[in-house]
């Protein structure tokens, strides 16, 4: 501790083996320079110096600024830019699922009470229960808590990181390997790879969301409890109840999402010229492509949602048979008991939910992708720098 304070106010170090660290600060660097360049002779200083090139000349040290890989300007070098081309469709894909896994669990906890609400007021006799939105609210609050919003959050924390990850990781590789082929038109990428993308996670966001679902709607226990009776009830079989009906769900509504992101972020980047959106744009083209897809694909998240939250003796046992009966038994008996208004339950929530959800998500993943890629850019370059002839 005294070492490391006396080399930060540039004192002698009461360790004479003891060579400070070089910061990425561009004060502390100006101010140690005189140190580290008397010290560069030495064995321990390679060591140490963890942000800077063992091989970098005296001239080269005083022109490098680590401090501007932290800065937005410096992502859109051509130095940089180079780096980001150069990397494998493999590189793109684990960057994408590694963002997305902190991108998608970080975003539905906080969205976490809005999807509940949605769920409560999708479930069957929802009509009877709540008058609207606000009193689904009231009453899950009077009776519950605050608590009442967050039934089978631990579900979602596992099942959320897992799929996210899946769906970016699949989204990313899907659009770089589709971007090679030439013979492939580059206007039907992003829808492509946003249907790839649902296509795997789909079957780990299932079960997350029938344990979820199931807990939402009054289902005693925790979620490993809900986990158990589900499948001492129904099986394996038992986890993919909606399947059908989520992939019918999901296909539309990540087609629309996804590539509306892309589509309007390329409209934004090509007219303000940068590599990457700001903050505030990602937000804003994230929420406008999540209202869209939300408001279009009511209808078939109410289906799901019935088709998950049945109780037992409804439930059907093969997923076949929801593939080709449930879906549409289910439509029918919407529209016989509360007309076309029973396909747009809980729309309005929804859409807010699904705006919120992705503007969060998709500021939450392009700041986890870019931070995570320039890091690993970073140590690429100081790697190549490091392995070459001197």
């Known amino acids: 501790m005294e070492s490391r304070l006396s080399a930060s106010l540039g004192l002698p170090s009461p360790d004479p083996n003891h060579y400070p660290l070089l910061s990425e600060s561009t004060s502390l660097f100006t101010h140690l320079s005189t140190n580290l360049l008397s010290a560069q002779s030495h064995k321990p200083f390679k060591n140490d110096a963890k942000f800077a090139s063992t091989s970098l000349s005296t001239e080269s040290q005083t022109k490098f600024q680590p401090s501007n890989w932290l800065k937005l300007a410096s992502r859109n070098s051509p130095k940089i830019q ?21 991108a998608g669990a970080f975003t539905y906890v906080c969205l976490y009470p809005l999807d509940t609400i949605k769920t409560k007021l999708q479930t069957k006799g929802a009509s009877k229960m ?11 609050f009077q009776t519950k808590g605050i608590l009442g919003f967050y039934s089978g959050v631990s579900a979602v924390l596992v099942g959320s990181t897992a799929s996210s990850a899946i ?18 038109p580059s206007v039907l990428i992003p829808p492509t790879a946003g249907a790839m993308g649902n296509i795997v996670s789909s079957a780990i966001m299932v079960p997350k969301e029938l344990i979820t679902q199931r807990m939402q709607a009054g289902a005693k226990g925790r979620s490993w409890e809900v986990l158990l009776k589900i499948l001492e009830v129904d099986g394996i079989l038992g986890l993919y109840a909606g399947y059908s009906a989520t992939l019918l769900r999901n296909l ?17 980047l090509s007219r303000t010229k940068n590599a990457n959106l700001k903050p505030i744009e990602s ?6 492509a999540g209202a869209i897809s939300a408001s279009i694909t009511t209808p078939l998240d109410v289906v799901k949602t019935r088709l998950m939250t049945q109780v037992h003796g409804e439930a059907v046992n093969k997923i076949a048979a929801v593939m080709y009966t449930g879906v549409t038994a289910t439509v029918k008996q919407i529209l016989k008991e509360e007309g076309w208004v029973g396909l747009t339950r809980g729309m309005a929530p929804r859409v807010v939910h699904s705006a ?22 970073k140590k690429k370059e100081l790697a190549e720098m490091d392995a070459a002839p001197a």
């Open 82 to 102: 180079s780096l980001i081309k150069s990397l494998s469709v493999f590189e793109r894909a684990l960057i994408g699922a590694a963002a997305g896994g902190i």
């Open 130 to 140: 709540y008058s609207s939105t606000f009193d689904a609210i009231f009453k899950t």
């Open 167 to 184: 769906y970016f990781g699949t989204c990313e590789f899907g659009k770089s390997f589709l971007s090679k082929l030439e013979i492939y």
């Open 252 to 268: 539309p509504a990540g087609v629309l999402s996804y590539s509306s992101f892309e589509y309007l972020k390329a409209a934004v």
């Open 283 to 288: 937000v804003c083209c994230g929420a406008l």
């Open 356 to 377: 919120c959800f992705s503007a969060i998500g998709y500021f939450a993943f392009e700041t986890a992708r870019l931070t995570i890629m320039h890091q690993y850019l």
